[in-house]
């Protein structure tokens, strides 16, 4: 069973910049389409970013210009840079990999963005 762990998220100021990483718990898996999605309390989880394996990418119109996805694929690896981090960033927020018709969930990281 795929198990996917993220890391990097915490508590930033508004303005301030975080990295979170994703990849899988155990072994080596060449997943499809990352992708990143967020869930603040009271809302539907939505989408932020996804990278395909050519390397396109895309991202939510609130995200866009502030937030970068990439992946490594020796490592298995996406990660989500993000900068300019608002209140409005506050969230739980999750990674997604396609690994053939399949597609798994990791747990997810908080990031509170708060001054």
């Known amino acids: 069973q795929v198990q996917l762990m993220e890391s990097g998220g915490g508590l930033v100021r508004p303005g301030g910049s975080l990295r979170l990483s994703c990849g899988a718990s155990?072994?080596?898996?060449?997943?499809?389409?990352f992708y990143w999605y967020r869930q603040a309390p009271g809302n539907e989880r939505e989408f932020v970013a996804l990278?395909?394996?050519?390397?396109?990418?895309r991202y939510a119109d609130s995200v866009k210009g502030r937030f970068t996805i990439t992946r490594d694929d020796v490592q298995s690896t996406t990660t989500l840079q993000m900068s300019d981090l608002a209140p409005a960033d506050t969230a739980v927020y999750y990674c997604?990999?396609?690994?053939?018709?399949?597609?798994?969930w990791g747990q997810g990281t908080q990031v509170t963005v708060s001054s």
């Open positions: 997604k990999a396609g690994l053939g018709f399949d597609d798994y």
């Open positions: 155990t072994g080596s898996y060449r997943f499809n389409t």
């Open positions: 990278i395909a394996t050519s390397g396109r990418t």
